[in-house]
């Protein structure tokens, strides 16, 4: 009778399930393939973010056009050397992640997918979808609705008293913040969706939650928009209290059925 094979301590260290259901890959292997992955997400932002340097002029008349439905003489101005070039690059680099998004988003799903079962591999697809159609939404929101009534709220106050003479660099920390932030809360859906995947909340819990919900959703509108003035406060809530009632609509559809209790012996 042979001898079972000897495994060499360190393969046997290094060797990680990588697939559910397949082959196991090693330690090594993993790492080749999430540096693949770290790779190409890295040049889909660089080539994003060249591609919005090239159109720069274009997309500071985008952000631009706010200001100008308030004023259509609406400019900006520098207050140091570094104030334009420092413009140029943040709207390369946001730019750059916005438009290398789903390529990111897809990079770091396929690199997780392999781990998940059957049935969890045909949902990351679609949720791969909301991530990107509710940021998108959530981007678009405040650029067309958000954008225009805190510019021509900021602006109007003491106007008779008081010059608008605006920086470019502030205006692109002000612009940046609003758009990145409500594209990011309007992620609430995938969040409550996922996490009640995870079996960490209930669609029934949440609902019942729905008064403290708005406390939470007005809290957070305030520290999103830059006025403390109620409307534009209202203006981010009111989207973001329907959004979770759309969390509460996914997570009643992915929530895993609840396992019956043992009766008692």
């Known amino acids: 009778m042979s001898a079972a094979p000897e495994h060499d301590p360190g393969e046997?260290?290094?060797?990680?399930?990588?697939y559910a259901g397949g082959s196991e890959m090693t330690l090594l292997e993993h790492l080749k393939e999430l540096r693949?992955?770290?790779?190409?997400?890295?040049?889909a932002i660089v080539i994003g973010a060249l591609l919005c340097f090239y159109f720069w002029e274009t997309i500071l008349g985008w952000l631009l056009a706010p200001g100008r439905e308030y004023d259509p003489d609406f400019k900006?101005?520098?207050?140091?050397?570094?104030?334009?070039?420092?413009?140029?690059?943040?709207?390369?680099?946001y730019g750059g992640l916005i438009v290398a998004s789903p390529v990111v988003i897809y990079e770091v799903l396929a690199f997780v997918v392999p781990g998940l079962t059957p049935r969890?591999?045909?949902?990351?697809?679609?949720?791969?979808l909301g991530v990107i159609f509710f940021l998108l939404a959530g981007m678009a929101f405040a650029y067309w609705i958000i954008l225009p009534a805190s510019l021509g709220f900021l602006l109007d106050v003491g106007s008779d008293k008081i010059q608008n003479v605006i920086g470019i660099k502030q205006y692109m920390d002000?612009?940046?913040?609003?758009?990145?932030?409500?594209?990011?809360?309007?992620?609430?859906?995938?969040?409550?969706?996922?996490?009640?995947?995870?079996?960490l909340v209930r669609a029934k819990q949440l609902l019942k939650f729905w008064r403290y919900a708005i406390i939470i959703v007005f809290v957070l509108s305030a520290v999103i928009t830059p006025t403390p003035d109620p409307f534009n406060q209202s203006l981010v809530?009111?989207?973001?209290?329907?959004?979770y009632f759309v969390g509460i609509l996914f997570a009643a559809i992915v929530q895993?059925?609840?396992?019956?209790?043992?009766?008692?012996?």
């Open 256 to 265: 895993k059925p609840r396992q019956p209790e043992p009766l008692p012996t």
């Open 36 to 43: 693949n992955r770290v790779i190409v997400s890295a040049l």
């Open 120 to 128: 969890e591999r045909r949902m990351i697809f679609p949720g791969l």
């Open 76 to 93: 900006l101005s520098s207050f140091s050397p570094i104030d334009r070039i420092g413009a140029i690059f943040k709207i390369g680099l």
């Open 174 to 199: 002000f612009v940046t913040r609003i758009v990145f932030w409500v594209g990011i809360a309007f992620e609430m859906p995938m969040v409550i969706a996922l996490a009640a995947r995870l079996g």
């Open 12 to 18: 046997r260290l290094a060797t990680v399930t990588g």
């Open 237 to 243: 809530a009111g989207p973001l209290f329907i959004l």
